[in-house]
Antibody, heavy 119, light 110 residues
Framework: EVQLVESGGGLVQPGRSLRLSCAASGFTFEDSAMHWVRQAPGKGLEWVSG????????YYADSVKGRFTISRDNAKNSLYLQMNSLSAEDTALYYCTKAVGFMYYFDCWGQGTLVTVSS | QSALTQPASVSGSPGQSITISCTGT?????????VSWYRQHPGKAPKLIIS???NRPSGVPDRFSGSKSGNTASLTISGLQAEDEADYYCSSYTSSSKGVFGGGTKVTVL
């Protein structure tokens, strides 16, 4: 069974940092592009960042570029999102997703980890 | 990358058919065959229901169908059921390799 489990969310003060993790199982992680998608409370889905299977291709939404860094460790079947200079606008449920192709579609989603930025 | 345009809400009675539109540009919806649709029930993660414009993943009922014309993709739900009440999002591959979603459509079963 394909499974994605996010962790690392929590309450953080504006301007601080947080690192999210996603543990993958049930599929060949090293062959798959992976992405982070977030959803602010009561709002729609927003694509955040994506990384190719070999980490050679990385893309960010304009809203997080320069502040967030996506990475992966294929040996550990894990995806990460380092989030710096957080603001209230980053408050959201962050989903880890598995993609087909680099981003043809997202065929598996985790349950999400909640990040709340507040003083 | 601007969000794709979806109607905020669509409603229908049980057994009826409804269609949700998703409008983009030639740089996303109109330029590729990689439009996908996701269903999200309250408090749950999104679930893929249509990939590659019109393909249904295993386990998705054939009541769900997708199509595309020009820069607009559509999701049709036939034989509407109470369990179809949820939020629906479209997404498309883009020329910039950045992801894009629609704003979401709330489907209400009357």
């Amino acid at each position: 069974e394909v499974q994605l489990v996010e962790s690392g969310g929590g309450l953080v003060q504006p301007g601080r940092s947080l690192r999210l993790s996603c543990a993958a199982s049930g599929f060949t992680f090293e062959d798959s592009a992976m992405h982070w998608v977030r959803q602010a409370p009561g709002k729609g889905l927003e694509w955040v960042s994506g990384i190719s299977w070999n980490s050679e291709n990385i893309y960010y939404a304009d809203s997080v570029k320069g502040r967030f860094t996506i990475s992966r460790d294929n040996a550990k079947n894990s995806l990460y999102l380092q989030m710096n200079s957080l603001s209230a606008e980053d408050t959201a449920l962050y989903y880890c997703t598995k993609a087909v192709g680099f981003m043809y579609y997202f065929d598996c989603w985790g349950q999400g980890t909640l990040v709340t930025v507040s003083s | 990358q601007s969000a794709l345009t979806q109607p905020a809400s669509v409603s229908g009675s049980p057994g009826q058919s409804i269609t949700i539109s998703c409008t983009g540009t030639s740089s996303d919806v109109g330029g590729y065959k990689y439009v996908s649709w996701y269903r999200q029930h309250p408090g749950k993660a999104p679930k893929l229901i249509i990939s590659d414009v019109s393909n249904r993943p295993s386990g998705v009922p054939d009541r769900f169908s997708g199509s595309k014309s020009g820069n607009t993709a559509s999701l049709t739900i036939s034989g509407l059921q109470a369990e179809d009440e949820a939020d629906y999002y479209c997404s498309s591959y883009t020329s910039s390799s950045k992801g894009v979603f629609g704003g979401g459509t709330k489907v209400t079963v009357l």
